[in-house]
Structures are given as C-alpha cells and as structure tokens.
C-alpha cells in the first residue's frame, strides 16, 4: 500500500496544469465575448480587440474607492466571485479525454454554480450602499426568480435523453444528432438563462444605463475590471457548458475532441455576446412576464416531449 | 477509498468547523445581509461534509438550494425585521437566558442520544448507488403523492399571490393575462378587487 | 513599458459629462466630438476618468460639483468648457492631464482634502468605535454613518414602506442642465417629486427657435434616451443625424417605435418622441406635468421619461441660448 499523502500529492502538478488551462480558456473566452459585443456595438473588429486589453489598463491605472457606510466585505466577495464561479464552470466541461473536476453530477453542479451568481451580484448591489446599487441588486434577484426556473427546466431535457447528470455521458449520448437540433426549445431556455446568470442583452437591467450602471454603480478601477471580466466569463462558461448538454461534445470531424469542444465554445459564446450587444434591455416587467407564462411552460412541455419519446424509444 | 482517508478526514473536520464557525456568526455580526450569507456559507460547507461522506447528490442539493434560499431569504430578513437593518447595527440574539437553556438542553438530549442509543449492526451491503436507492425508497411507493403534492404547492404560493395583491408591483391589475399593465401606471392606490378593465 | 501602459490606458479615457444650466449645445457638440473620437462617456463617477461640466455653473452649484468632483476615484481631469467651440481643445486638454504624471501624482496626495474623502473618514472611524462596545439596543444611533434613517410611509397596496428622498440632478448625466428633481422612493418607485430649477448665472441669448432646432433638440433627446437604454450604437446614429441624411432619421425612429412597441421603453417616452421627430412640436411640459409624469413610476423609467421630455421641459427652454460665442 502506498502512503496516501505521497499518492495525493504526487496528483499535484496535473491538477494544477489543467487549473491553469482553464483559467487560460475562461480568458479566452471571456476577451471574445468582449470583441464580438464591440463588433456588436458598431466598432471595428480591431478596436474592439484592444477594447480589452485598454479597459484592463485602464482600470488597473485607476484607484479604489468606496461608499458612506459601504459594507466592503460583502462588496468586494461580491464583485471578486464572479470570475471564480466562471472558472469552476468551465472546469466542469469535458475537454477531450476528461474534464478537469469529472463527475457524475456535472448537470447538477453547474446549476448549482449559476445559483452562486443570485448571491454575488445581489451583494455586489448591496454592499456599495447606494440607491443605484440597491436597484440593480434587487432588479438581479426578480430576473433570476424569472430566468433560472426555465433554465432549471432546460438542463432536465438532455439528462433526461441521456439518463445521466454526467455531462461526459451526455455528450457521447448525442453521437447521431445534437440535442439542440431536437429540444431547441431547451436549447433556447438554456441561452436566455445564460444571458441572465452573465447579467446580459435584455437581461441587463441589473446594470442598466438607465440607473447608472445600477449594481455596478459604485465600482472603480481593479473592482470594476474584475466585474466586467467576470461578467464576459460567466457568458464564455455558460456557453462552454452548452457545447456537451447540447452541442454534441467534442464530436466532429477531421480535429481531435478537445479542438472541437474549445471551437464550438468560441462560436457559441461570439455568437451569444454578439445577440446580448444587438438585443435591446428590456425593462423587469416585461420581462417576467413572458419568462413565467410563455418560456417555462414551453421547457416543461419539451421536458415532457423528451421523456415520452426515450421512453418510447426503448 | 483507503489511501485518500487522511485527506478526506482532514477536508471532512475542515468543512465541519467551517459550518460549525458560521452558523456561530449569524449571532455575532451585526448586520442582517452578513447574518444571512454566514448561514449560507455554514450551509455550503455542510454540503462539502455531505460530499465527502459520499452522498453527492445530497451534497451538491444541499448548496443549490441553499445558496438560492438564502439569496432570497435576505430579502425577506432586511424587508421584516424592521428599522433599516441595512445601516442600524442590530442583534440576532434575543431573550439570551431561554436561548441558551433550550439550546444546551436540546444538544445534550440529541448528543447523548447519538452516543447511548444502541446502533444496529449493518445487514448486508449498502447498494451502489444510495442516491438511487433512496428516490426509488421514497418514489416507488409514493409516485402518486410526489406527482399531487407538486402541482399543489405551486397552484398554492400562485393564488397566494394573485389573492393577497390587487395591483402588484409592475401595476398587472387582476390576473387577466390578455390585459397589458397599465402604462402609465394608475394614480394613488386602488382598492383590493376593484379591478380596472376600461383600458 | 511604464509610459506604454499609461498611453493605452488613457487612450479612450471615460468622460463624465454633465450638463450646467443653458449648456445644451456645448454638452450636444461634447457627445459628439465624443463620437468621433471612438470615447465612450462614463455612467458614473465612479469609474470616470473625467469630469466634463458643460456650460457655466450657478455659483451655488460649484459646491456640489466639488463634491461630484470627489467621486472620481483618480488619476482624474476636469474641465467646462463653456462654448462648442472650445469642446474639442478640451477634450485633448483632459486627456494630457491624465497622462501628466506628476500632476496626477500632485492630484492625489491633495485628495485628503476632499469633502467625500473626509466622511468616510469619519464614518469608519465611528464604525471602528462601535465594534468595541458591547452593543446594546437603546444607544444605537438614528443616523448611521451621519445619514438620516429613511422615514416609513404607506405605499400605495397599503403596505408600509421606506420613504427615501433621493435628488436625481442637478449635476446628473445625460439629464437636463439645472433640473433638480427630488424624489421621494419607495423601494424604486417614485411616489413623489418635487422641481427646482436653477438658472444660468448670466442671461443667455435668446432661445433659437424654428423647426430645425425643435428637431435637433428631438433627435437629442432621441439619443439621450438609447443611450439610456445601452444602445450606444443607436444612440451614436442618432447625434449624426442632419438635415441632409432623412434615411438615418427614419433607421433611428424606427428602431424607436420598435423599442416602444416592445414595452423597452415606457410608452409615453415612445410617444414624445415619435411626434417630436416624425410629425410635429409637442406640447411644453409644465413642472406640474413633469411631477404628474413621473409619479408612480419606476427609478429607471424616470430617468428615460425626463430625458424624452427634455427639449419640451419650461426650465431648459427658458435656459438654453446658444452660448457660442
């Protein structure tokens, strides 16, 4: 029998480069939902590439500041959690032979991460204690109660066809045909909740321009940059999770599996960001409505379709 | 399982404290948003406890749902319980005396319970997957109940708020889903069922 | 590579743009200029670069623009220019202040000074008091911090909620130079408001008038409201349009009605808007209107509804002169 501690420790240095790794595709990820909402926006393809890079120097130039009575711990695990919780996201994904942190559970974890996200951008909103701050945090929690039931409902399709909460199992269960050619309407509950969780498109009014940058108001310099950054990750590992649940995995021809899982998440995520920059934010009623009367009901019904036609099927 | 027991025992006593600490917390800060997320933290890591004594599934519910709970319950705690808790320092703690009494009787009673109560022996092995055999433990026998008892609740917590509310906050007057809300909104307040069709 | 860093970082730097009384064109011309120089403006002054007044300021508004003044976290610039001329020398003016590293430097160890910096100051100071007494229910302080606690009020289903006054102006951006409307919240619906206006400190020029300028004020308030709504692309389309480009105003106005069939913007904004643009001068708004029009509403509608109303509000109207010079 081998010392167990050795054992763990000697697991180390793998484990650390796959962190590593998935911090550099989070990145990734994150600076193309960046270019793709400047092409959105009407800027060149080459600004909107330095966009980023000018941002971050920008706001690591500029200082910290904060609020009368600011409650600045809560603030800041607000504001520095997003990007942690688009890492974890991305270290779900299977990315060619195994994900960074596998499992059984995959479906489950990442709604449970998407969960962590009602309470950070709520504190983000609380803590600065400001009238802006406050209406984008609870602006936040009134879309989530709208977004994330849909979204909840959409993950239940593919486990459902798959019989599995494993997002490897998931991905090679859809060797024939992409779950999102089949349960579109999941597919599309699962994006408008993606949008929600990244604070995005129309469902931006958290941050609204309107009530000047509502959760964001207060923020400033490197408090600020880890917002954004997080905001354009939690987009990029929303969508990297959408690559197995319904985009067939890591299947596709001529390239090896990881090319195919990181491609497919660079498109989807450009592809995403660029809609949430065209897509104009809607104010929270007119939002809640649709999402509780017209969305979850459809997810619900295509949660049903799923499961008659595997039971038939078998 | 045997090689990784040291780091297992060692994360399973950290998560343990950790829960242990925060659950203590929520009666020391002064605020209530910070009392609420310290129980949210000491309910993560108990899901971190339940993950290691190999109940994933429980674990992973147990912070999903916790998380969600306490983002909302925040609300509910800074709405309730009055005086701008947001700003005024305020106390969990109250009537000390009882609280104390009650509670230390309470862990001496299920503490000595847990150490005296004779434990049966283990019959046979437990099967591979204990997530499934408990839903099929409760589902199989019960499915007709899980499906009734569903529908119910959110037909309950639905009409709860249809009937308690006559204009709601994004001024849906009634709960005809073919009438727009009103915009621009109704002046001054409008009385409990005196419902406004004439738009 | 340290003078590298500090060119890409003030390469677009974010201006606050505030409007003084009667400084309409000049903060028109400064989104403009902004525009054409690919800036963006900044949504708060907590993460602007610089603080842009435009127009002259009341002497009693200077205070309080100290005070905005403070908000910004630094390496800060501010400037007002107070012709369109001027608006575009200022720009580089405040971008050179930014890269003058020894002014900044300056800037900062003089920001002690600072009226904001002095309260949180002392609020942490008091905060750090309090943590040492055991705390008891019957000393605690009505005015955490030095803010007075929210009175309670019924709404309007009955329940009791917190009353909060919250000015909106008068140094705000993209809203109407001088207008300061306090409103009293009700978590973010404002039940009541109240309209002071404050004049330019000397008289302006008689207000043009006539068709062209009753439509650049709309198209104005046209991309004051899409950028409002985080549509800078729109918002951008919006200032450019002229008399000479009709098929941009009609992309622009469409693209509006489309926002106001969709419900993203309250119905009475679309409305003004469409009439201002596309048939003819809508009515002035009253300060009894204005109040009228935004009660019962939500904060973010608010700001949406003043800025569709803006051409047409009596203050500005009586303000606004050219003041070119």
Redesign the interface.
């Known amino acids: 029998m081998t010392d167990p501690l050795a054992d763990q420790l000697a697991r180390l240095p793998a484990a650390a480069l796959g962190a590593v790794l998935a911090l550099g595709l989070v990145l990734v990820l994150a600076w193309t939902a960046s270019v793709s909402r400047g092409v959105a926006a009407g800027r060149a393809v080459p600004a909107s590439m330095a966009h980023a890079p000018a941002e971050a120097a920008r706001l690591l130039r500029q200082g910290r500041r904060t609020t009368l009575s600011a409650d600045r711990l809560l603030w800041r695990v607000g504001g520095w959690g997003l990007f942690p919780v688009a890492v974890l996201l991305i270290a779900l994904v299977p990315v060619g032979e195994t994900a960074l942190l596998p499992g059984s559970l995959g479906v489950v974890w990442a709604n449970a991460l998407d969960v962590v996200v009602w309470a950070l951008v709520w504190l983000l909103g609380w803590g600065a204690n400001s009238v802006a701050g406050l209406v984008g945090g609870y602006r936040f929690l009134a879309l989530a109660l709208g977004y994330e039931l849909p979204l909840m409902f959409a993950l239940v399709a593919p486990a459902i066809a798959a019989s599995s909460l494993d997002l490897a199992v998931v991905a090679d269960a859809q060797s024939s045909l992409w779950y999102a050619v089949w349960m579109p309407v999941a597919f599309v509950a699962y994006l408008v909740g993606v949008l929600g969780f990244a604070v995005s498109g129309p469902l931006a009014a958290p941050v609204g321009s309107e009530v000047s940058d509502g959760a964001l108001a207060e923020l400033s310099g490197p408090d600020l940059l880890v917002v954004r950054a997080g905001r354009h990750a939690l987009m990029g590992a929303g969508a990297a999770i959408a690559v197995p649940l319904f985009l067939g995995g890591g299947s596709g021809p001529w390239l090896p599996d990881a090319v195919w899982v990181v491609l497919k998440a660079l498109l989807l995520t450009g592809a995403l960001a660029w809609a949430a920059g065209r897509l104009p934010t809607l104010r929270t009623h007119q939002l809640m409505e649709p999402l509780w009367t017209i969305l979850l009901p459809l997810v619900v019904l295509q949660d049903l379709v799923v499961a008659v036609l595997v039971v038939s099927g078998s | 399982m045997?090689?990784?027991?040291?780091?297992v025992d060692l994360a399973f006593w950290g998560c343990a404290v950790v829960a242990v600490v925060f659950g203590a917390l929520v009666f020391v800060v002064?605020?209530m948003?910070?009392a609420t997320?310290a129980l949210?933290v000491s309910f993560v890591a108990t899901g971190g406890a339940l993950l290691l004594m190999q109940q994933?599934?429980l674990g992973?519910?147990v912070?999903?749902m916790m998380?969600?709970e306490?983002?909302?319950m925040?609300?509910y705690m800074v709405m309730f319980m009055g005086?701008?808790p947001?700003?005024?320092?305020m106390?969990m703690v109250h009537s000390h005396r009882t609280a104390l009494g009650a509670s230390l009787v309470t862990f001496v009673v299920l503490g000595s319970g847990a150490v005296l109560v004779p434990w049966p022996e283990r019959r046979g092995a437990p099967s591979p997957d204990v997530t499934e055999a408990l839903g099929r433990a409760i589902m199989e026998s019960h499915m007709l109940v899980m499906m009734a008892v569903g529908p119910v609740m959110v037909a309950t917590i639905v009409v709860g708020v249809a009937l308690s509310?006559?204009?709601t906050?994004?001024?849906?007057l009634g709960d005809d889903?073919d009438q727009t809300?009103t915009?621009?909104?109704?002046?001054?307040?409008?009385q409990r069922g005196g419902r406004r069709r004439d738009r | 590579m340290r003078g590298r860093v500090v060119t890409l970082a003030t390469a677009r730097p974010r201006v606050y743009v505030v409007e003084a009384p009667g400084g309409r064109y000049v903060r028109a011309e400064t989104h403009r200029e902004l525009d054409r120089r690919g800036w963006q403006p900044a949504p708060s002054p907590a993460s602007a670069d610089a603080l842009l007044i435009a127009g002259t300021l009341p002497d009693p508004l200077r205070a309080a623009a100290d005070v905005l003044w403070s908000q910004l976290p630094g390496p800060r610039a501010r400037a007002e220019p107070t012709a369109v001329s001027s608006v575009p020398s200022t720009l580089d003016g405040l971008r050179a202040c930014l890269r003058d590293r020894a002014g900044q430097l300056a800037d900062r160890r003089g920001r002690e000074l600072d009226e904001a910096t002095r309260w949180v100051r002392s609020d942490s100071a008091r905060h750090d008091e309090t943590d040492h007494d055991d705390m008891d229910h019957d000393d605690m302080e009505m005015a955490p911090g030095g803010l007075v606690l929210a009175q309670g009020a019924p709404d309007r289903d009955g329940l009791e909620m917190d009353a909060l006054r919250h000015p909106l102006g008068p140094l705000l951006d993209r809203w109407p130079g001088g207008l300061e409307l306090v409103t009293t919240l009700h978590g973010d619906v404002v039940v009541e408001a109240e309209v002071t206006w404050w004049e330019p400190p000397h008289p302006t020029a008689p207000p043009q008038t006539g068709r062209a300028d009753d439509l650049a004020g709309g198209w104005d308030a046209a991309a004051t409201v899409l950028s409002l709504l985080g549509d800078e692309r729109q918002a951008r389309l919006a200032r450019s349009v002229a008399p000479s480009s009709p098929e941009v105003g009609d992309r622009v106005l469409r693209r509006l009605d489309r926002l106001t069939r969709r419900g993203a913007l309250p119905r009475t904004a679309g409305e003004v808007l469409h009439t201002a643009l596309a048939d003819s001068v809508p009515a002035l708004i009253s300060d009894d209107e204005l109040v009228e029009l935004v009660s019962g509403r939500d904060l973010g509608d608010v700001r949406l509804l003043v800025a569709a109303h803006a051409p047409l509000l009596q203050g500005v109207v009586d303000a606004s002169g050219s003041l070119d010079d």
């Open positions: 045997t090689d990784s027991s040291l780091v002064d605020s948003a910070r997320y949210a994933s599934y992973v519910i912070v999903l998380v969600m306490m983002a909302v925040a609300v005086m701008n947001a700003l005024m320092p106390s509310t006559a204009r906050r994004y001024d849906r889903l809300p915009d621009p909104p109704l002046r001054g307040e409008t």
